[in-house]
T-cell receptor, first 113, second 110 residues
Framework: KAGVTQTPRYLIKTRGQQVTLSCSPI?????VSWYQQTPGQGLQFLFE???????NKGNFPGRFSGRQFSNSRSEMNVSTLELGDSALYLC????????????FGNGTRLTVT | SQQGEEDPQALSIQEGENATMNCSYK?????LQWYRQNSGRGLVHLIL?????REKHSGRLRVTLDTSKKSSSLLITASRAADTASYFC??????????FGQGTRLTINP
């Protein structure tokens, strides 16, 4: 079974631009979660989608948004990029709500200059 | 906000020794999970322990959970160079799917 795939692997953007990151979950997984990882804040939950609906949302500004398609693939978008948005963005899929481990992709490393 | 807090932040031991990492959390949980992350990669699930369990084993891993103290420990026995990674505990944080601690950076020296 193929793992979680995130594209692109690396991205360099300038302040004020917007960016879209993509995540393909493990086949059959309907839940997709996004996390931001930085050295200072660690792993911060962004949002979770299940069957195309946002089920949970973390404490991030509205510049961070996401969506999920009918095939469970997910995208997240960050508009009006700031230097502080530089981070490793991780996507994870799982098969159910509770007691189901998260399966992570290798992330997208976003650098904002 | 962080639910789980790992201790120590960094740990360096010799190959073959045992490594113990601790995790403390603040609110009641249904389960606690441990993940490993190699540098610049995604996290890999290691083990899940439910709130009604006290100890769980998986290969060279042993996890304990003390809900009265809101703490958990991860023991890696007979460490290997390949165990060098960051280790995170994660708890089901209510509205959030999983809330991760800051992690313990483990270095195994040959």
């Amino acid at each position: 079974k193929a793992g979680v795939t995130q594209t692109p692997r690396y991205l360099i953007k300038t302040r004020g631009q917007q960016v879209t990151l993509s995540c393909s979950p493990i086949s059959g997984h309907r839940s997709v979660s996004w996390y931001q990882q930085t050295p200072g804040q660690g792993l911060q939950f962004l949002f979770e989608y299940f069957s195309e609906t946002q089920r949970n949302k973390g404490n991030f500004p509205g510049r961070f948004s996401g969506r999920q398609f009918s095939n469970s693939r997910s995208e997240m978008n960050v508009s009006t990029l700031e230097l502080g948005d530089s981070a490793l963005y991780l996507c994870a899929s799982s098969s159910s709500w509770q007691d189901s481990p998260l399966h992570f992709g290798n992330g997208t490393r976003l650098t904002v200059t | 906000s962080q639910q789980g807090e790992e201790d120590p932040q960094a740990l360096s031991i010799q190959e073959g020794e045992n490594a113990t990492m601790n995790c403390s959390y603040k609110t009641s949980i249904n389960n606690l999970q441990w993940y490993r992350q190699n540098s610049g990669r995604g996290l890999v699930h290691l083990i899940l322990i439910r709130s009604n369990e006290r100890e769980k084993h998986s290969g060279r891993l042993r996890v304990t959970l003390d809900t009265s103290k809101k703490s958990s420990s991860l023991l890696i026995t007979a460490s290997r160079a390949a165990d060098t990674a960051s280790y995170f505990c994660a708890t089901d944080g209510g509205a959030q799917k999983l809330v991760f601690g800051q992690g313990t950076r483990l270095t195994i020296n040959p």
